[in-house]
């Protein structure tokens, strides 16, 4: 099992950026696939990034050459920077693992954070 839990979300002005990090615990860890979704208000989660056990990386087109995925498998960690933010990246940003391997489902991510805000003012 994994437990995962998210830190650095925020309040930023437009064009600003923010790290997220995504703490797990449980030795799954370097053989999930570690993703980030996004939830703003009244609308479903929605992918972002993820990044699976061979490093290889995946984003949504929303954020291409804005938000980077990395992973440290020594530290359990994954982190997502979010450069060049606009307002429309306001949501909350949930961490999650999958062991299925799958990258974009969201139903296939087993392990889900509380999540984190992250808001961004024009």
């Known amino acids: 099992q994994l437990q995962l839990v998210e830190s650095g979300g925020g309040l930023v002005q437009a064009g600003g950026s923010l790290r997220l990090s995504c703490a797990a615990s449980?030795?799954?860890?370097?053989?999930?696939?570690m993703g980030w979704f996004r939830q703003a208000p009244g609308k479903g989660r929605d992918f972002v990034a993820a990044?699976?056990?061979?490093?290889?990386?995946y984003y949504t087109d929303s954020v291409k050459g804005r938000f980077t995925i990395s992973r440290d498998n020594a530290k359990n960690t994954v982190f997502l920077q979010m450069n060049s933010l606009k307002p429309e990246d306001t949501a909350v940003y949930y961490c999650a693992a999958s062991l299925l391997g799958s990258v974009y489902s969201f139903s296939s991510y087993e392990y889900w954070g509380q999540g984190t805000q992250v808001t961004v003012s024009s």
């Open positions: 449980g030795r799954a860890f370097s053989s999930a696939t």
């Open positions: 990044t699976n056990i061979g490093s290889r990386t």
